[in-house]
């Protein structure tokens, strides 16, 4: 069954049981709906005067009615760009070749501009079909599954964690992250997604009451939005399929994700070994559900304020403020801590 837009009942039950005092997993309960769904109604909704389901519910319509942003490579009549960018990918040229070739063709047109993760995002989206089929042959990495091989009708599009680019292998800028999930003992049940930045070892983490594709996207895109925009550049993940909402992710933050080899934990060597200190306190076998997200807060400032020798015994809280302060990162750890 897909999503259900809450109704204004539902509200009028959720304004009734935060008067009573229950808590957002008790007024889930009753409604029968996930907590996180209560968690995201409060907070798109909140007020000074609390929450009031009329109110809600009127800005929540006028919301939906809302028209949505143009997409730049939509399927319409006369889209120059669309029609440039299929003619190219036709020639093989790849998505990061189609981007620099019209930014430097149209240098003084934005509007002709398109990104590369646009690009892979248009191509994940096609429903299945011949023009999908064509479009995955064409592209370099057709996103290679478990086995080696990826079908034509793959659902979604994988970036090799070989074309990101070399600034991100080098640790230089900041904005360059690995991810991953912690699983709980439940099958299919709550999750931890951890997020971990390359330069300066900033962790965090966000509770996940599903580790599904969609759970995984909303929670790594709550997470990420509070990042400034230039330090969302990549993201390095592994093959789960929990990241196959990633184009929306691309779409909504602007952060390109890439996929590792089958089998490689080095090549996010970073997450491996945040993973084992996470273990101390995050047994395996844990059941995550009990968990808040305040606890993980918790976690991760622990994670954070811990001197680390890579950064010359400075802690990620301190490279992380001081290159908000437009410090460099050498200039940070030269001096520790």
Known sequence: MGYRHLSAQEREQISRGLAQGLSERAIARLLD????TI????WRHRHPEGYRAVRAHERALHVRTRPRRARKLAARPHNWLRHTVLRKLRRRDSPQQIAGWLRRTYPDQPERWVSHQTIYAAIAILPKGALKRELLRYLRHEGKAGSGQASPDQPWVRLSIHDRPGEATSRCPP??????LLLGKAA????VGVLLERVSRH?????LERHDAYSTYQGFKRKLARVPAHWRKTLAYDQGSEMAEHARLTEQLGIAVYFCDPHSPWQRAGCENLNGLLRQY???GMDMAGLTQTELDWIANQLNGRPRKTLNF???NEVWRAML????FEDTVALGT
């Open 175 to 180: 904005g360059h992250w690995e991810g991953d």
């Open 33 to 36: 709906r996930s907590p996180s």
């Open 282 to 284: 995050l047994p395996k």
């Open 325 to 328: 302060n437009g410090k460099s």
């Open 203 to 207: 962790v965090r983490l966000v509770k």
């Open 39 to 42: 968690c995201r109604e409060l």
């Open 188 to 191: 299919g049940g709550a999750a």
């Open 314 to 316: 400075a802690t990620p």
